[in-house]
């Protein structure tokens, strides 16, 4: 068989690629080919195996156990199809998510081509959940955003067509890379497995109206289940399934990076924490009235205020003094806001505007809008920019943005007790919640530390 030689090197290697050349002064002649032109087999191939010059300590690196049989149906067109693969969104080249940069080289390249030859095609570029309606694929280019449609709780209403039953949000592609602990599934966690992630995504991003066999979800499925950010979290990720102790999958640190651990520890694993990071298990961040305790070691959805308009919103509850603006000046995704009506269960409607109501548009439940899921930190430096809306280009824009968080929060703990037992079933006291912003000398080894995590 021919793969054979090459799932031997699989077991043992972490693949590497560089970065695509571009805004490195790379000419647009450089960039590499549309995968329309390369056969599934070759596109898995090149992206699994790239040559050991082209490794860099920018761009992916992944480690990849499974077989490239498996790989080659995450880079198949789907049948019956809009062209798309997979791989046409999640890209190796962005360790398997979608960059600004990408996208904006693919477009240049297809734009070349069209010089050329006028049919010239790019499935990424596809009107279904690209094009801003305008055809001219703005939000793409330049924010890697990609519409999703979601139907609408009945109780949730579209403030301006209220017989709709659906809404668009904006979001960013996720990295599919530690598929295997990251349930569930996109932002808002609507997607319980990967197998029913995968089929939802072929509907909705492929077009595709076949019925898609089970052995290629079985295939698409077991190649995400097999693509790590590294080969210890590889072995994390297994002894979980196995229901064995989970090894660490922590590289050696050196002091600075265990000092920046300290700092995660104290303000990044209340809701990043446990072996795969991902887990909140701390009830101070539900400030929500009437949700009841929080299971030991249950994950919820968490609001850090990503979305816009950010906080203070306009009619924020009485007795609350004026509230500063702690997020002005930070990076947004510049969105446009959806206005909904929500009935709650009194049967009372509220008003709210939101660009992305987050957990809140798939449960209805007004208390959570603008909640999402909580995403592994592992292989985080290499999957810029963050956030369901890009909205942080770095890390230094994620802590920025926590720093405003932390002294939101703190604010709201002191002045209006918003963390308080019967706000929240199990908080803390008024102004007792110990939560403040990371002094400023923790930030650099803090970043140390998160360039590490799971690599
Ligand atoms: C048009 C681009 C596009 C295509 C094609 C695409 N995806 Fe995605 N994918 C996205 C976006 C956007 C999201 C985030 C959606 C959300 O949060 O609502 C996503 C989310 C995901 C996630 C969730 C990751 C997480 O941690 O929550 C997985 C897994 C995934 N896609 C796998 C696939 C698979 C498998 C295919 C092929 C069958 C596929 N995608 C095709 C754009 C795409
Ligand atoms: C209150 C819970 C909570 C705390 C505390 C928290 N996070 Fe997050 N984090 C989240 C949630 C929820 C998201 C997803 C937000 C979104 O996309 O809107 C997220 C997203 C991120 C992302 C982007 C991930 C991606 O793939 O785009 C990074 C990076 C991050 N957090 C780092 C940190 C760091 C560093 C700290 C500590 C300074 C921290 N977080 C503290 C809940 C938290």
Redesign the pocket.
Known sequence: MASHRWMERAASVIFSLAAVACGDGGESGSLPAPEADKSPETLAEEALSPPAASRSTRGPAFHYEGSLADAIEFFRPHAGGNG?S?A???RPEDNFALTPATVEARWQRLQQRRRIDPAADDPLFRPI??DDFANDFTTLRTKAL?R?TLPLPPNVKRADDPAATTTTVL????T?VN?AF?AP????GREAT?DS??RA??RS??ESTNEVPAEVIAK?VRF?RDLFSSVRVARMSRALDEGVVPPSAEPTLDAVERAGRRTFDEFCARCHGGPTQTRNTDARFLPVPARGPLASGAQAFVNVFVGTPRPPPPALAPPLPPTPRFFDGLPTAGLADTAFRVTLPSGATVPTATSDGGRGLVTGDFREFGRFDV?TLFGIDRTAPYF?DNSAPDLDAVIAHYQAMFRFIAFLDLEGGFFAPEANGQGCAPGACGIRPVPDAEIGPLKAYLRRLGR
């Open positions: 798309r997979c046409t969104c999640h959940d690209a990609v999703v979001r960013a592609v996720p599919v598929a990251t599934f996109q932002a808002d990967l992630q995968a995504a072929i991003h492929s698409i995400q995403p369901h």
